[in-house]
């Protein structure tokens, strides 16, 4: 960034199809993208080559995580015969778990602790396993799950619902029941929420209403709804360094960054 504005440092070309998936490593060096119907390409942010493919042809790639020490990642596949897979940076398979017809894999995460590898599928189960001693947890939802998120800890996770619920579990797996949060509106599209504030203690979401939800982990019901979008709000993310702050993204093609205001209201600014 130069003068306030930003500059492009790399055009990145691989890829067939277009780009559906792009994040970056913990350690801030490296990228992981995905086109549609298309493998994993891991890329060097410093030259912007291409270090290595992942998988072949037939391994297309539906979700995709970092583990903590940015030198593997893991992989769910749209391809029920195909399900997941974990790499080294080097290209080497470390591990998979397929041939077990499992269904597509919508989402995946690695808590923070790189202990555990949460997962959820198609056919509204969530998999919570064990990357130490392979113990597994399955935990069956009765309405189809769309996104999921861990908190920094690597104490919790939420998952969102298309019945316009989002259930907070714990990984260990000693609640008999999630905690549930109501109010935002979804039932049609993919609809992403985190953790995030002061000590992680609050969970904002985007809505199909074109509102920000946002709720203390305590309570069920909102606190704060923000307005401003004009179209669905399909995910949010909490700056990890200042708590007070969180950006939103919407279908009126504008992202939102929220934060406090001299009159201690939360006003936006929009990034076009």
Known sequence: MENG??????TLRSHQNPVSFVAWSPDDTKLLTCGNM?????????????????GDHGFTVSSCAWFPDSKQLVCGSSDPEKGICMWDCDGNEMKAWRGMRMPKVLDLAVTS????????????????????????????????ITSLSVSMDSKYFIVNLNSQEIHLRDVAGKWEKPLKYTGHKQNKYVIRSCFGGFNSMFIASGSENSEVYIWNRRSSKPIEVLSGHSMTVNSVSWNPKRPQMLASASDDHTIRIWGPSHSDKTQPETLS
């Not at 493998?39 to 270090?51: F, P």
């Not at 949460?118 to 935990?139: H, M, P, Y």
Request: hydrophobic residues 35%.
């Open 38 to 54: 298309e493998v994993l390409k891991l890329w060097d942010v410093e030259t912007g080559t291409c270090k290595h493919t992942f």
């Open 5 to 10: 504005k930003l500059k492009k440092e790399h």
């Open 113 to 144: 602790d790189g202990e555990n590898l949460i997962s959820i599928f198609s056919d509204k189960e969530i998999r919570i396993l064990n990357l130490w001693t392979n113990a597994e947890q399955v935990i069956l939802e009765e309405h189809s």
